[in-house]
């Protein structure tokens, strides 16, 4: 469900986007973060807690953080109103809500273990954990990656989309065009519910975020002596593994 856009939210996160001085105009997150486990045993990350906390707003501060800790040491202290507003919290220079970022920022710490906070230092400083939310310190990925464009943010889609549109778009952004991913396997690869997986789909598909084409793949041992799949693929602007210089190899979750 789209939200309502909160005082400043627009023009703080273009001031964000543009201090992050990322030249890729993108976010690297590991797909740990939605996908753990192997190739051959997938499990849920840590963004299938965040979805059953129906935790929105983490996930927001989350990729948020990302995008400004673009830099070693990894952290990114501001102040706490600069973050209500990009969060859409704040309705006045008088009332910004800043207190709700700091028990934002403790879930991602103490329940999603993602970020580690200074308590004593002011300004909040928060410094990057893994993404796959094991508690060791961050790296800069190299490899098993997805990248989130700055479209997300500057065409609203972080307003716009609800939990489940969200998750299945960061499903998708691991992804090469044309993925199938079967329902049947929803809840064990990801951890989210088919109810989840199908209205973000629905959702992805209605902003016009995403396609879906029907597929057939020879299987002799069915009646009409195929298999019949959709095809999923993201609109060129939003799918950043087509974009010069992506290295991120995905760690498949289909057999």
Same mark, same amino acid.
């Given at each position: 469900? %789209?939200?309502? &856009?909160?005082?400043?939210?627009? %023009?703080t996160?273009?001031?964000? #986007?543009?201090?992050? *001085?990322r ?12 996908q753990?486990?192997? *190739? ?9 807690a965040?979805?059953?906390?129906h935790d929105?707003?983490? #996930? ?6 990302? #995008?400004?800790?673009?830099?070693e ?7 706490? =109103? ?12 008088q009332?910004?809500?800043?207190e709700r ?7 991602l ?13 002011r300004?909040g400083k928060?410094?990057?954990l893994?993404e /796959? =939310?094991?508690?060791?310190?961050y ?14 943010w500057e %065409?609203?889609?972080?307003r716009?989309l609800?939990m489940p ?12 065009? =044309?993925f ?6 929803v809840?064990?690869?990801?951890g ?16 016009? #975020? &995403?396609?879906?084409?029907?597929? *057939?793949e ?5 009646g ?10 993201l609109?060129?602007?939003? /799918? ?11 760690k498949?979750?289909t057999?």
């Amino acid at each position: 469900m %789209e939200r309502t &856009l909160g005082f400043g939210e627009n %023009e703080t996160i273009a001031a964000m #986007l543009a201090a992050s *001085k990322r030249p890729s105009r993108t976010v690297a997150v590991r797909n740990s973060f939605v996908q753990g486990g192997t *190739k051959g045993s997938p499990a849920p990350g840590p963004i299938a807690a965040m979805v059953k906390a129906h935790d929105r707003q983490g #996930l927001d501060l989350f990729l948020l953080h990302r #995008l400004m800790a673009s830099a070693e040491p990894w952290d990114a202290g501001k102040d706490a =109103g600069v973050w209500s507003r990009a969060l859409g919290l704040a309705e006045s220079d008088q009332l910004m809500h800043a207190e709700r970022v700091s028990r934002i920022f403790r879930r991602l710490d103490e329940s999603y273990h993602l970020v580690t906070r200074d308590k004593a230092r002011r300004n909040g400083k928060v410094t990057s954990l893994c993404e /796959d =939310g094991e508690g060791k310190p961050y790296t800069s990925p190299t490899k098993h990656y997805f990248r989130v464009p700055f479209e997300y943010w500057e %065409e609203e889609w972080h307003r716009k989309l609800s939990m489940p549109g969200k998750v299945v778009l960061l499903i998708a952004l691991t992804q090469k065009p =044309g993925f199938v991913i079967p329902s049947t396997q929803v809840k064990s690869w990801y951890g989210i519910s088919d109810d989840t997986w199908a209205n973000g789909i629905g959702e992805l598909m209605r902003a016009q #975020l &995403l396609t879906g084409n029907r597929g *057939k793949e020879r299987n002799w041992m069915k009646g009409r002596a195929f298999n019949y799949d959709i095809e999923y693929s993201l609109v060129s602007r939003i /799918d950043t593994r087509s974009r010069p210089g992506f290295q991120g190899r995905r760690k498949p979750a289909t057999p």
